[in-house]
């Protein structure tokens, strides 16, 4: 039987960095899942226009694909990589989901009687 030889701090740092490159696919992936909802939101309500009792339901998709964008960004920041512009431009991030990054969803008025406010 082999015997690893590694300080007991370099096979913490290995695992630590495991868990790290795994979260971020996960995070990657919630991001692509999200983008992709709302692209295929867009590309079936293209030829007639959103209408204006479709807007909430395309208003969700954009928020949870700013909330997968945000996640995914810091993620990315806590293991040092900072520059987010590869993110906007591998995964093409429309404008508009960027600039609800990180935004908190709003409650909705049911949310708010269920918590007793």
């Not at 983008?35 to 590309?43: C, I, S």
């Not at 431009?89 to 969803?105: D, F, I, K, S």
Request: hydrophobic share 40%; net charge positive; proline share 4%.
């Amino acid at each position: 039987m082999s015997r690893d030889l590694r300080p007991p701090v370099d096979i913490l740092h290995y695992e630590i960095v495991q868990e790290q490159a795994s979260a971020l696919g996960r995070m990657g992936r919630t991001l692509e899942q999200a983008l992709t909802r709302l692209r295929e939101f867009d590309a079936a309500h293209a030829a007639t226009g959103t209408a204006a009792s479709m807007q909430p339901a395309r208003r969700k998709l954009v928020m949870e694909a700013g909330q997968a964008l945000w996640m995914f960004v810091v993620q990315r920041e806590a293991t040092g990589l900072r520059d987010s512009r590869h993110i906007m431009r591998t995964y093409n991030v429309p404008a508009e989901v960027q600039r609800c990054m990180g935004l908190a969803p709003a409650e909705s008025k049911r949310d708010r009687t269920d918590s007793g406010r």
